[in-house]
Every structure is written in C-alpha cells, then in structure tokens.
C-alpha cells in the first residue's frame, strides 16, 4: 500500500471534523455575502443544492451537536414552553426553540430563507418543517418519498420521485436565481459515489476481528456524509480513514484501546447527550460496537439517475420490515457479533415502533441474545444511567456464557 501523502498528516478524524465545521462556516459567510440558505433534512438529496452552489445547514446534526455539547434539555424545555408536547422528537423541540431564540451557546447556525424537507426517515419531518415555514415565514420545497412495500423501488415511484427532484430545482433557481447545471450535477454525482464507497469499505473494516477501530468512531465522523458528501474534500478524508483502518488490520491495531472481549451490534441512533457514558459502561466491559446500520445509511450508491433516485428510498425506515430485519442480520453475522444492544428511542416513533418484532427476529435469525433499553437521541431526561448498566451487564453474562459453552465444545 501506498505510504500516506504529505496531505494526510492530519489523521483522518481531524479533517473529517473540520470538514463538518466548515460546511456550516461556508453557509454564515454565504449568508454575510446576501446569498439565500437553507435548513435541509439529513436525506434530502444532497446533489440538488450542492449542483445548484447552494449553502444550506441540517438541524438534525444541530440538534445532535446540542445534545452532545449538554444544551439539550435546556433547548427541548424551551420548546416545551412554546407549547410543544415533549412526546415530539427531541431534534424537532431543540430546531424549534433555536427559531425562537435564534441563537444557542453550544453552537449557533444561520437563519434560513428556505427549507428542503425529505420525509424518507419520518413523518414528523413534514410537520416539524411545515411549521418552521410558517412560523418564519419562508418557502418549503418538500420531496416525499413513499415507504417501499417491496424489496425493490420500480419505475412508478422513481418518476413519482423524480417528477418531484425537476420541481425542486426549479423552485430553488427562483429562490436562489442560481441556474442548474447538468455537468455539474454529474461532477457532484461521481464526487458522491466516491463518498459514499469511501465511508462503506472503512466502516466495512468492522468485520475483522479484532475490528480496527472503535464502533463508536462512526458516530463521531459520520457527520460529513451527511453535509458534505458530494464535495472532493470529504471523498478525500473518507479514503484516507478507510486506509488508516486498513493500516490498523495489517498492524493489528485499533482506535478501541482495551481488549475486545464481545462485539454488538448497536441499534438505533446514538443518545448523544450521554454518549461518553453509554461509550465507556461498554468499553469497561470490553465490549465494541461492531455493527449499526445508522451510520453507514448517509451512504447512497447509484450508478444512473434511475437508481439515484431510488437510493433515497433505501434508507432506515422508508425500507419494507423484511429489508429492515435482513439489513441488520447480514451485518450482525458479517461482522461475528455476539449479541445486540438495542436502543428503544423516545424521538424516533418512526423506528422504535417496529423494535420489538425487529428485535425477536434479529435475536432468533442471527442466534444472537439481544437487550433494550430506554433512551433519546438528544433529550437526557429519557435515559437512565442505572438501566443501561443493568440491561449491559445482563447482556454480558448471556454472551459470556455462550463463549465459553464454545470453547467447551471446542475442546471436545
């Protein structure tokens, strides 16, 4: 292999982070040049604005920021106090209260001109964004995208979905009088795929044993592919961190820094205001995260604009249950877990509400024993520190003794 270039002095974490920080500098100075911004849910097509030349900032990835800086029950009893019920997505009551107050010490981003809605995650994406539009009075360009009912997206709902790609680039050109640029978009198209194969073959590295990395980096360096992966900078730093992994599995060594006596699969978004705690309890366990499908879903693989369009049909929660459960037993198999922590999300009603069935067939099809718990992705009032250490030492004894019943069964 190729020894790294002089570009690559810095490790790839460090760019990647000063990658998604740059993203939202750009969107300020754009909004200091007069230029129009937008706020955009995290699937939305990124190829439409980033083609277009336009800066816009993803409140979901705010709202994570938030929590995992400790403002998030401030935020979320901010917007308890607007009137909105804390049963409403704990991203959603942080943006709201953020459109109130306009500002927020953990980390402030610019006020937009416009939103760009996908619902291919959740429902309340339309309404939390329906809102924000009146309430600021500003523009909504929404792209719905069905649930899939079958395993494949066919050609009904890819003209259903592009019809509505063509009517948002021509309401951003009005918006923005920005014009659209067909070469451009296929730059940013290859630029994408790049990206995205990038950050699949390093999270890929996950299956060796013992994995290279911590599974908890991929929460932390996920970020750019969600706001910056059709740019040639975030191509770049994927490809190196899936090299500095690749280097880890010649040398044997990994970012987890104590011996990885059990490996999980994690389900489910990260409880970002309690991150270093739900890290560490496992990491004192010896246990790491060896399989997610949260973050390897901000990867979209296309080779055409048909199948673009349908990679955005292919994501968490807008798949068929049977793909949902057939996603993570792969996974869970590919890369040898012994078992399953299961995070049942107070935000997301979307993806907790098939988490019972998803964890009896993901338990009995991968011949894994699997455990819940209570938490929320950016609300801190949801977790308890005390169930999750119960629910992970009951899962440690389980695997523990599966592992030595196959070393018995060895021996003999």
């Known amino acids: ?71 998030g029950q401030r935020m979320c009893e901010h917007a308890e106090g607007l009137g909105y019920s804390s049963d409403i997505c704990s991203y959603a009551r942080i943006n709201f ?23 291919n995650i959740c429902n309340c994406l339309i309404k939390w964004y329906e809102n924000l539009a009146f309430q600021l009075d500003i523009p909504l360009i929404l792209i719905d995208i069905p649930r899939l009912d079958a395993f494949e997206c066919d050609q009904d709902r890819i003209k259903y979905i592009r019809a509505q790609f ?31 194969k990038a950050w699949l ?6 299956k060796y044993v013992p994995s290279p990395f911590s599974g908890f980096d991929i929460f932390n360096n996920m970020a750019v592919a969600c706001v910056a992966r059709g740019t040639l900078e975030g191509a770049e730093a994927f490809e190196q961190l899936a090299r500095e992994y690749e280097e880890n599995v010649k040398n044997g060594t ?13 389900e489910g978004i990260a409880c970002w205001a309690h991150l270093s705690y739900t890290f560490k309890t ?23 604009l048909d199948e673009l369009m349908a990679a955005y049909s292919y994501v968490p929660n807008c798949n068929i249950f049977e793909r949902e459960v057939e996603l993570r037993v792969k996974d869970a198999i590919k890369n040898k877990v012994d078992g399953a922590i299961i995070h049942m999300n107070r935000s997301c009603k979307k993806w907790s509400g098939n988490l019972y069935e998803l964890e009896r067939q993901l338990r009995e099809q991968a011949g894994i024993p699997t455990v819940m718990f209570d938490g929320d992705q950016s609300d801190p009032r949801a977790f308890s520190e005390a169930q999750y250490l119960t629910r992970v030492q009951g899962l440690v004894e389980i695997m523990a003794a599966n592992k030595r019943q196959k070393e018995e069964q060895n021996r003999e």
């Open 254 to 266: 990994s970012t987890f820094k104590v011996k990885e006596e059990y490996r999980v699969l994690f």
């Open 166 to 196: 063509d009517d948002c680039i021509r309401r951003l050109e009005e918006i923005t009088g920005k014009k659209w640029d067909e070469e451009r978009f296929k730059e940013v198209m290859a630029i994408s795929q790049r990206s995205s």
């Open 201 to 206: 073959k390093a999270v890929d590295y996950m």
């Open 97 to 119: 209260a953020y459109a109130d107050l306009k500002e927020c010490p953990e980390l402030n981003i610019p006020q937009p001109d416009f939103l760009l809605c996908c619902n």
């Open 1 to 71: 292999m190729a020894e790294l270039n002089k570009q690559e002095i810095k490790p790839a974490k460090i760019r990647l982070k000063e990658i998604a920080e740059k993203a939202t500098q750009d969107a300020w100075e754009a909004k200091k040049r007069g230029e129009k911004i937008g706020w955009c849910a995290s699937n939305f097509p990124q190829e439409i604005p980033t083609t277009l030349g336009i800066h816009v900032v993803y409140p979901e990835n705010h709202g994570a920021a938030i929590g995992a800086k400790g403002g």
């Open 282 to 304: 496992l990491k004192n366990f010896g246990i790491n995260v060896t399989s997610t499908i949260y973050g390897p879903a901000f990867s979209f693989l296309y080779q055409n």
